[in-house]
């Protein structure tokens, strides 16, 4: 299947800024998470079917301190998800989870539980992994 994505500086940002300042972003630029516990960014993917899909979020971390996340789905089933240093702010890696998503919106939202806030978030894709749910239409 196709990857869906959205870039960070389309979602909806609580706490924090959209910025272009360091290089190898994808779009217009990344969403800069506020320094502090709370602050999110929130992805909207629209799934062509509901089942598994792997959620790819690309980021860049400077620092040598991870800057973990929650990540939920429409509010609920938080995963914890790790986005350690990058080695330079103009380093950006990927890491992927896996979350079941249903057909149509989904909310992603990945919100900072460290002081030191969320990692530079580029963007987010999702690929349906495995067989679809069998859904009515
Ligand atoms: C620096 C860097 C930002 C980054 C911030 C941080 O200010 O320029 O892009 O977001 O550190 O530590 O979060």
Request: no cysteine; proline share 4%.
């Amino acid at each position: 299947a196709a990857a869906l994505e959205q870039e960070a500086e389309d979602a909806v940002v609580g706490q924090g800024v959209v910025e272009s300042n360091w290089a190898g972003f994808s779009g217009r630029g990344f969403v800069n998470y506020d320094n502090v516990i709370g602050s999110s960014v929130e992805y909207t993917i629209n799934a062509e079917s509901g089942g598994e899909h792997d959620l790819t979020f690309r980021y860049a971390n400077g620092t040598t301190a991870d800057r973990p996340v929650s990540v939920t789905v429409d509010g609920v089933n938080a995963q914890a998800v790790s986005f350690p240093g990058t080695g330079a702010w103009t380093t950006w890696q990927t890491r992927t989870v896996r979350a079941v998503l249903h057909a149509g919106a989904n909310r992603i939202k990945a919100t900072s539980t460290t002081v030191n806030g969320g990692p530079n978030a580029d963007k987010v894709s999702a690929v349906l992994v495995g067989p679809p749910d069998d859904e009515a239409p």
